[in-house]
């Protein structure tokens, strides 16, 4: 069964930097892409960064050039770097692994960390 585990959320002031971490476990995880969602208060969850077993990233326009996405496949583990944070980035964090199954993709997701971007 996968588990996925956030962890790095907190409490940071604008401008400010956090790395986020999520440790899988009960899958290949070199095969696999790895994500990191978010979902404000209100809003539906949106990507933020995704990463494929080939390292190639893909990032939502309002996070480039300020978010990271990358990978450790030796300690089954995808980070999220967040530089230049805004009070809008202010959401819960989830962690996404997604695998296909021969002819669909099925997501898992980890609980969620709480980013807050506050002074």
């Known amino acids: 069964q996968v588990q996925l585990v956030e962890s790095g959320g907190g409490l940071v002031q604008p401008g400010g930097s956090l790395r986020l971490s999520c440790v899988a476990s009960?899958?290949?995880?070199?095969?696999?892409?790895m994500g990191w969602y978010r979902q404000a208060p209100g809003k539906q969850r949106e990507l933020v960064a995704r990463?494929?077993?080939?390292?190639?990233?893909n990032y939502a326009d309002s996070v480039k050039g300020r978010f990271t996405i990358s990978r450790d496949n030796a300690k089954n583990t995808v980070y999220l770097q967040m530089n230049s944070l805004k009070p809008e980035d202010t959401a819960v964090y989830y962690c996404?692994?997604?695998?296909?199954?021969?002819?669909?993709?099925?997501?898992?997701w980890g609980p969620g960390t709480q980013v807050t971007v506050s002074s």
């Open positions: 996404n692994q997604r695998q296909w199954y021969g002819s669909y993709w099925k997501d898992y």
């Open positions: 009960g899958s290949i995880f070199s095969i696999h892409t």
């Open positions: 990463i494929t077993s080939g390292h190639s990233t």
